[in-house]
């Protein structure tokens, strides 16, 4: 029996095929060849990660590979081509309109997955996020950096990228590469395409003055086409031209058919639901989120016996300048930006202080927010603990050390955080709304609020404290939320079958 790593070289050549070996009494062998999978991404958390796109890709593919050849392609980032040592240039894509030449690279992942690379110095290897320059502003180029990376998808799709191998099917990861569905349907090549959204605000919208560099068709810029209230959308685009669309829960995909959570596009997201064209599938975590193995974690613990989660309580509060206390300890874990809540979990910030709960909050984003926080915790000596910037470790030993999770999001299309809190037994106290509606049990893993105001949003904190008080309420509860299972092997199963039915309707 060959085993995955050598699937995977097998199918390195993938128009061959491996052979699958009929168990018992089957005498005959059957030749099935391993479809073909190219994920088109902007970040996967191997290399550089700007949000919850980046988990979902480092996660997803490797839920999949055991069924599929699936190969990764990104941007050549500066952290992407410091980080893979094994790359190597295969082939050349060309200019077309005023989108550059790059090579196209090679490489593995640390444990055996094939990442495509763009090699183009002049649009990727420079600081700064995927997105933004270091002040936080939208790269002047993005329109023609991701533009590249839709059209570079196309061309390996259909066999023009590394000479020994194509896709039989692209799957296509928020704006950054909503352009790659389009340009396969100018060319009129019918290779099944899925666009998974991350998040509808992001939408990666550009003047119409941009149509000629980006070599997209007048004809296109229309309502049936790219253009999106006079402007050019890539994620318009995506919606529009691919086979099949899924977002990350399946509250959230209905969500999106209607004008509150639509951000414009509700109106196409209908009509692709009607056609039974749009779907959600909830994300899953990954295994190493698991507090009996987790590295960085002072103490691990477990479901059956969570006394650890006291020791990394304490180190929380000690890095974050908090007093030693018994009382509940509240975690915010967040990109600091107006989707997330933060307004609301700053303004509740006094009613935990004043019932003797304490906050640790670590994020990165809107310097509004960022400033406002940093006031409140100085207001709030030895409450309230504030980090502005990114660590994981950190982050980890939050879930493991607190109680409650603040997430009072104001749309959340799938969400990790209250995943990653409850498997750590932090019960999360957040919006119901998109995919926190669907992973949080009101009551029973964590408490919900019907609308983000805050009252709404203090009435759930004090549900959250008086459990708190409650040690055997506390306890029913936490032990819930950490046996929740939370995998993505249900999530996967869900993919496959979208998969198939693309697949079988580009035949049709
Ligand atoms: N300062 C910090 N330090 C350390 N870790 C931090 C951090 N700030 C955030 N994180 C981590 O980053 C991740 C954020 O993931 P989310 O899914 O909550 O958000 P995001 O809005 O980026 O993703 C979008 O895409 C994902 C994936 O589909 C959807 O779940 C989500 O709803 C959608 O908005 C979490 O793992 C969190 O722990």
Known sequence: MLDSSQLDTVSGVSALAHAELLSGSQASVSIKRRQSILFVTSEIADYIKAGGLGEVAAALPRALRHHYDVRILIPGYRQVLSQISDLEEIARLPASFGIPACGLGRGTTQDGLTVYVLLCSELYDRDGSPYVDSFGADWSDNDIRFARLGLAAADIACGNGDPLWRADLLHLNDWPSGLASAYLAWRGQRIPTILTIHNLAYQGNFDRGRLSHLGIPDAAFQINGVEFYG????????????????????????????PEFGCGLDGLLRTRAEEGRLDGIINGIDASWDPSTDPYLVSRFSAENFRGKRANANTVRKSFGLDLSSGPLFAVVSRLVHQKGVDLAISAAETIVSQGGQIAVIGQGEPRFESELEALAGRHPGSIGVKIGYDEGDARRMYA????????????????????????????????????????????????????????FKDAIRR?????????????????????????????????????????????
């Open 401 to 456: 050390g607190s109680d409650f999770l603040l997430m009072p999001s104001r749309f959340e299309p799938c969400g990790l955080s209250q995943m990653y809190a409850q498997r750590f037994g932090s019960l999360p106290i957040a919006h119901k709304t998109g995919g926190l509606a669907d992973t949080i049990e009101d009551g029973v893993t964590g408490f919900l609020f019907g609308e983000p105001s805050l009252n709404r």
């Open 464 to 508: 959250g404290l008086e459990t708190f008080r409650s040690r055997s309420r506390l306890t029913t509860m936490r032990r819930a939320a950490m046996n929740r299972p939370h995998g993505w092997d249900r999530s996967a199963s869900r993919y496959q079958e979208v998969y198939e039915r693309a697949c079988q309707a580009a035949l049709a």
């Open 231 to 258: 402007k050019l959308s890539f994620l318009k685009a995506g919606i529009y031209y691919s086979s099949h669309i899924t977002t990350v829960s399946s509250t959230y995909a209905q969500e999106i058919t209607r």
